[in-house]
């Protein structure tokens, strides 16, 4: 398999460049690993992966000696050895030189709970998002939605490619993306290994059984509301365990919550979160049978594509522009904006349609939100069509595969 560039990349370099500790997080099998090993990373650094058992008796046992071997040390799966953390507190604050450490880890819970204690103040976290279409295109100029919140300018000339299904129930695994991979038994074997390996170790779950099923029925309500009384009602569980739970899926970066957009004054607005799987071929495999992501009735074709869109989405923001926030729009009962990207006072609203024909209902809630907001430079339906158009004063139709661009 190729080595595929990743997108953030670029980021990593710097943060290396002015802070002492740079932490490098995401989802199992990410990519992480291969990204803090790649070249332009790993370049004079000395590199200790705690998957190896050797290194991680070392870090657990003599965690001083197991540092003091280089300038610059990537540890990689670092929240196996939280005794680690103190010592590198402690060399950090003796010479505080930018690029020391590097550290990954695919478990979030115990980072957040040690590194926040330990590396106040020393260490950026950056988070390594699937695949992006982006990258699995070798695309190189700066996102086109990255571009116009930067610059006001919406560049609809420049070059993209259509979105096919298969992107979006193939989602971004490196290993799914770039290899001609067994789906059904990859996605079955990072399911088993998910349960059976961050799951006991980031959680007291003792039935996985029923964690099983809780995360299926999550993955069934990827795209929608946040309702936590309904999930543990399903899954037969309290509603304690299910929050609980929902807590062991975001600290592994399989699931997020996308907040609502509170920017503009409206007496009805949503303010329950969005769930959404982080990685629309995890949700669609965990759904079960398989989806038509851009075609036909299936009635969740058009959740994979929003969870699709939105990781996307989220990856462009984490590596391009940090200061951005990505927000969902929702009146009760009456208008609904799927993305609400925002950067300082520049928002864009964005729907997601399948299809290529839309009607005047597809735009009420873009249009909705154009009046409410005033510091809204463009409403943009993206859809499967062939070419950008636009359709009235900062609202434009365009191509799914140009805003992924």
Request: net charge neutral; proline share 4%; hydrophobic share 45%.
């Amino acid at each position: 398999m190729d080595y595929v560039p990743r997108d953030l990349t670029t980021r990593i370099q710097n943060a290396l460049r002015s802070m002492p500790v740079v932490v490098v997080t995401g989802m199992r099998q990410v990519g992480k690993t291969t990204l803090i090993q790649s070249q332009a990373i790993a370049q004079n650094r000395s590199y200790i992966s705690l998957d190896d058992f050797a290194f991680l008796q070392a870090a657990r046992h003599a965690p001083e000696s197991l540092l003091d071997r280089a300038s610059a040390v990537t540890l990689d799966e670092v929240q196996k050895a939280p005794e680690l953390l103190p010592v590198i507190k402690s060399i950090v604050d003796k010479s505080r030189t930018p690029g020391q450490f590097l550290l990954s880890g695919s478990a979030n819970l115990l980072l957040l709970q040690n590194v926040s204690e330990s590396l106040a103040g020393r260490s950026l976290y950056l988070d390594l998002w699937p695949l992006s279409r982006r990258e699995s295109k070798r695309t190189q100029a700066k996102p086109f939605l990255i571009d116009f919140l930067q610059t006001g300018r919406l560049d609809l000339n420049r070059e993209w490619t259509p979105l096919d299904g298969d992107d979006v129930i193939l989602g971004g695994m490196p290993q799914i993306v770039l290899n001609d991979s067994e789906l059904e038994m990859w996605f079955l074997g990072f399911e088993q290994t998910y349960l059976n390996r961050d799951v006991r170790g980031l959680s007291q779950v003792g039935d996985l059984a029923q964690f099983q099923r809780f995360l299926h029925l999550t993955a069934l309500r990827t795209g929608n509301l946040v309702h936590i009384s309904e999930l543990a009602r399903d899954a037969a569980v309290s509603v304690a365990t299910a929050s609980r739970w929902l807590g062991v899926l975001e600290a592994s970066f399989s699931a997020y919550r996308l907040p609502p957009y509170m920017g503009n004054r409206t007496s009805r607005i949503v303010k329950s979160p969005k769930l959404f799987m982080s990685d629309s071929g995890i949700a669609n495999h965990l759904i079960g049978p398989r989806a038509k992501a851009m075609s036909g009735d299936d009635h969740f074709a058009g959740q994979l594509l929003e969870t699709y869109v939105a990781q996307n989405l989220r990856s462009m923001v984490a590596c391009f522009e940090p200061l951005a926030r990505v927000f969902f729009w929702n009146v009760q009962g009456r208008y609904e904006v799927d993305f609400v990207v925002e950067l300082g006072q520049r928002t864009v609203a964005i729907e997601i349609k399948r299809g290529s024909r839309w009607s005047a209902a597809d735009l009420r809630g873009l249009r909705r939100f154009l009046d409410l907001s005033p510091n809204c430079e463009a409403a943009l339906l993206a859809c499967n069509i062939e070419a950008p158009t636009q359709l009235d004063d900062k609202l434009y139709a365009i191509p799914i595969g140009l805003l992924l661009s």
